[in-house]
């Protein structure tokens, strides 16, 4: 499904582009996995800040090394819901090592590519996730 984008020319005028987003990204935004709040999480991340733009949180559970539970809240943008489904099905039942490899490249790469404008959205799920298995290790 096409997005409108609005992109400067290099007489400082816009034009309007359509740019689709991937079947991957519209799957995960129409039917997001783990969305919604994690009841006794281990730790939780934040990038952005709730309420006042962009944001993305996201929760864990471990047993031992391994994140057992996951869940993430963001923006109700298309590309950030997708981010945070696809990210948090991919951690879930593998080890804090192998999710702390992880990086916004691969995110992209499992929604089939992001528009550039909107690759903001992948880094910011990292960036949360960095951030709640750096608390649950506390």
Same mark, same amino acid.
């Given at each position: 499904?096409?997005?409108?984008?609005?992109?400067?020319?290099?007489?400082?005028? $816009?034009?309007?582009?359509?740019?689709? $987003?991937?079947?991957? +990204?519209?799957?995960?935004?129409?039917?997001?996995?783990?969305?919604?709040?994690?009841?006794? !999480?281990?730790?939780?991340?934040?990038?952005?800040?709730?309420?006042?733009?962009?944001?993305? &949180? +996201?929760?864990?559970?471990?047993?031992?090394?391994? +994140?057992?539970?996951?869940? *993430?809240?963001?923006?109700?943008?298309?590309?950030? &819901?997708?981010?945070?489904?696809?990210?948090?099905?991919?951690?879930?039942?593998?080890?804090?090592?192998?999710?702390?490899?992880?990086?916004?490249?691969?995110?992209?790469?499992?929604?089939?590519? &992001?528009? &550039?404008?909107?690759?903001?959205?992948?880094? *910011?799920? +990292?960036?949360?996730?960095?951030? !709640?298995?750096?608390?649950?290790?506390?």
């Amino acid at each position: 499904r096409p997005h409108t984008c609005l992109r400067a020319n290099q007489r400082g005028s $816009y034009s309007v582009e359509m740019q689709p $987003y991937s079947e991957t +990204i519209m799957e995960h935004f129409q039917n997001p996995q783990n969305r919604g709040a994690l009841e006794n !999480a281990h730790g939780a991340g934040v990038a952005g800040i709730p309420g006042a733009g962009p944001f993305m &949180v +996201i929760q864990i559970s471990l047993i031992d090394s391994m +994140i057992c539970q996951a869940a *993430f809240q963001c923006h109700n943008c298309g590309v950030a &819901v997708a981010a945070g489904s696809v990210l948090t099905q991919w951690i879930l039942g593998r080890t804090v090592k192998e999710c702390s490899a992880i990086d916004s490249n691969a995110i992209i790469s499992m929604l089939d590519g &992001v528009p &550039v404008h909107k690759q903001h959205f992948p880094e *910011f799920a +990292i960036r949360a996730l960095r951030l !709640a298995i750096e608390d649950a290790q506390k």
